[in-house]
């Protein structure tokens, strides 16, 4: 059973960065692609970043371009999301997901394995 933990959610103000991770266990290494979505208000659960198994491919929503970073290390079973630049339209659960292959994929469909999420809030 995969177990995704996500951790460093909080709130700050606009403008300011944040780092949020994700901890797995049971199915991990590098044969599985990971990814982070969001909910905000009144908005449903949406793509923010994935990263391919060997963590050479990475992609991410054009809102987050430029801003956030997305990187994982297979050794530690663990991935990243750096976000800078925050706006409060950032606001969300952030939810760190396991897809089925080594291939990146956008939607929530193509994931078996969910966290518990991570509540940022950004100020303005």
């Known amino acids: 059973q995969v177990r995704l933990v996500e951790s460093g959610g909080g709130l700050v103000q606009s403008g300011n960065s944040l780092r949020v991770s994700c901890a797995a266990s049971g199915r991990t290494g590098s044969m599985y692609a990971m990814a982070w979505f969001r909910q905000g208000p009144r908005r449903g659960r949406e793509f923010v970043a994935a990263?391919?198994?060997?963590?050479?491919?990475?992609d991410y929503t054009d809102s987050v371009k430029g801003r956030f970073t997305i990187s994982r290390d297979n050794a530690k079973n663990t991935m990243s999301l750096q976000m800078n630049s925050l706006k409060p339209e950032d606001t969300g659960v952030y939810y760190c997901a396991q897809g089925r292959s080594h291939y990146i994929r956008h939607m929530r469909s193509d994931y078996d394995f969910w966290g518990q999420g991570t509540q940022v809030t950004v100020s303005s």
């Open positions: 990263i391919s198994g060997s963590g050479t491919d990475t």
